[in-house]
């Protein structure tokens, strides 16, 4: 199943197994989607959209979604499900809003918000951590950590010239790479496998 967000707001689901590959469109949200993830585990996606709007759809019923979340003041560009709490999500907020919100994807209820001081562009939530990568651009063009369970600051890292708008994970999630226009690619071995005795 692939799911892609428009500029027009619109949210298309397709599964590539069927051969009318087109399973249904939605209308997602008033401006355009800035962000799409997929719950690791539950039948569940968020989109995140220039309207400064997160909402949790089910893709076994898509006629409106579960929940709207809407306590960011700037386009949302980030998000990551928690792999602790499949009821957790964490977004992150663009130049005007420049926060990370942890909230409750069954009830809107806000967890923890932190002031990141930039535009958050990219969120990767580490499972054997639990701790959380995030990306920035405006003002600080940084890459940052945050604890898992309560967003308390890891660690952060000032090398990127430009808007970190670009992260990958590795298969193994243990590397990533991130990227700047203008700017260079940085690999990162930032969450490495520990021993297992």
């Known amino acids: 199943v692939i799911i892609s967000g428009g500029r027009d707001g619109q949210v298309g689901i397709v599964d590539v197994r069927e051969e ?4 249904e469109v939605i209308e997602g949200h008033s401006e355009e989607i800035c962000a799409i993830k997929i719950h690791p585990e539950k039948s ?21 979604p579960l929940i709207t979340y809407a306590e960011h003041e700037a386009a949302i560009r ?3 499900f928690s792999p602790m709490s499949g ?10 809003d420049k926060k990370i919100k942890m909230w409750n994807i069954n009830t809107g209820e806000t967890i923890k918000t932190i002031d990141t001081g930039s535009q ?17 651009g405006f ?3 940084h890459l940052a950590i945050w604890k898992g369970t309560d967003l308390t600051p890891v660690a952060s890292f000032h090398t990127h010239k430009q808007r970190v708008l670009y992260m990958g994970v590795s298969p193994d999630l243990t590397t990533i790479a991130t990227a700047a226009p203008g700017d260079t690619m940085q ?7 520990r021993n297992v005795s």
């Open 20 to 23: 009318d590959p087109l399973v």
């Open 120 to 136: 958050v562009c990219n969120l990767f939530w580490s499972p054997e951590y639990n701790e959380i990568l995030s990306t920035h």
């Open 139 to 141: 003002s600080q063009n």
């Open 87 to 96: 009821d957790i999500i964490a977004t992150g907020g663009g130049t005007a």
């Open 187 to 193: 690999i990162w071995k930032m969450f490495p496998q």
């Open 44 to 64: 569940l996606f968020a989109t995140c959209g220039n309207d400064c709007v997160v909402k949790i759809w089910d893709q076994r019923n898509l006629s409106e």
């Open 78 to 80: 980030a998000a990551a």
